[in-house]
């Protein structure tokens, strides 16, 4: 019976370890969840700062905030030419759909419309009709 009270006793050791050992991990999950929330409010931070430093002194940035500086603008002015392009595309929607409600509608004809008179069943499988030979 000494046989099975220390296997018990081992089994109950390595449950509890395992129990501990659980916990510790969701702890350390919980803890990494926190860490990346944190992070998520430092970018954005830097992102407010980021507009701010562009709003203010966008026009004359100090020294190694210029070449960021000039990406925005460019990028700006290049949003702002595409957007220009949209309008003009827009435009030209309207003009073609104006356009094509002035043309000729040419009706379209069923087959049971068609009246075949002067073509045979040979003909067609010939791939002529009468008035090509």
Known sequence: ???FDNL?????DLAQAGVAKSKQLAEIAKLK???MAEQDAI??????????YYAEKGTTPE??????????TAAKA????NNAKIEELKDGDDELA???ADAVIVEEISADEVVAEDVTPQDIADGESKEEA
């Open 1 to 3: 019976m000494a046989f």
């Open 8 to 12: 018990k006793g081992k089994v109950s």
């Open 33 to 35: 969840a926190a860490n």
């Open 43 to 52: 970018k954005k931070a830097y992102l407010e700062i980021g507009k701010l």
């Open 63 to 72: 020294g190694g905030y210029a070449a960021a500086c000039e990406k925005i």
């Open 78 to 81: 290049n949003i702002a030419a």
């Open 98 to 100: 104006a356009a094509a």
